[in-house]
């Protein structure tokens, strides 16, 4: 099987851009959809980006996810950074028995 | 908009087991699988399983495979997950999902004696 590798926190300022990235160990990237969940302190998951690059009704766009083949990643890129967008943020995949696969998580830190 | 709600928390003795429950409404419950994912304090996110509801069929991570089960009533819509010989490692926040978009709100297992 393989694995999801993201960092373990990264930290930005309002107002700017930060990207998230999810490493798949073996097997393409492209060959299974990614999504992206943030998870507020003691609040359950919710999504923000399924399928690679689509967002759920009320996610702002200033979230977009994308794909990069050459690296075999995916990408979380958040623009306009709030202090909302402070949180925990998972990647998940599938593997070849379509069971999900998540990343260890990403703490994001708006200061 | 699919909604799906949970049951409230539980506090089960080791060996014991739960059954949770999620419950879906806005949607069409049969035609999309809906997975199982549990938290364990302070960690992350770890699937456990997931059902097809149209199909009855369900599938299991390894880990716990021999040890929950993943069912789901199409006439009320409503998936459930049992996990059994319950041990303080199982203390967690037991999440269901639907299609990777839509989560429930959480319940909290407490295994303890």
């Known amino acids: 099987n393989f694995m999801l590798t993201q960092p373990h926190s990264v930290s930005e300022s309002p107002g700017k851009t930060v990207t998230i990235s999810c490493t798949r160990s073996?097997?393409?990237?492209?060959?299974?959809?990614v999504q992206w969940y943030q998870q507020r302190p003691g609040s359950a998951p919710t999504t923000v980006i399924y399928?690679?690059?689509?967002?759920p009704s009320g996610v702002p766009d200033r979230f977009s996810g994308s794909i990069d083949s050459s690296s075999n990643s995916a990408s979380l890129t958040i623009s306009g950074l709030k202090t909302e967008d402070e949180a925990d943020y998972y990647c998940?995949?599938?593997?070849?028995?379509?069971?999900?696969?998540f990343g260890g998580g990403t703490k994001l830190t708006v200061l | 908009q699919v909604q799906l709600v949970q049951s409230g928390a539980e506090v089960k003795k080791p060996g014991s087991s739960v059954k949770v429950s999620c419950k879906a409404s806005?949607?069409?419950?049969?035609?999309?699988?809906i997975s199982w994912v549990r938290q364990a304090p302070g960690q992350g996110l770890e699937w456990m399983g997931r059902?097809?509801?149209?199909?009855?069929?369900?599938n299991y991570a390894q880990k716990f495979q021999g040890r929950v089960t993943i069912t789901a009533d199409k006439s009320t819509s409503t998936a459930y997950m049992e996990l059994s010989s319950l041990r303080s490692e199982d203390t967690a926040v037991y999440y269901c999902?639907?299609?990777?978009?839509?989560w429930g709100q959480g319940t909290l297992v407490t295994v303890s004696s």
């Open positions: 806005g949607g069409t419950f049969s035609s999309y699988a």
């Open positions: 059902i097809i509801p149209i199909l009855g069929i369900a």
């Open positions: 073996s097997g393409s990237i492209a060959s299974n959809y």
């Open positions: 998940q995949s599938y593997d070849s028995s379509n069971h999900w696969v």
């Open positions: 399928e690679d690059n689509q967002r």
């Open positions: 999902a639907s299609r990777g978009v839509y």
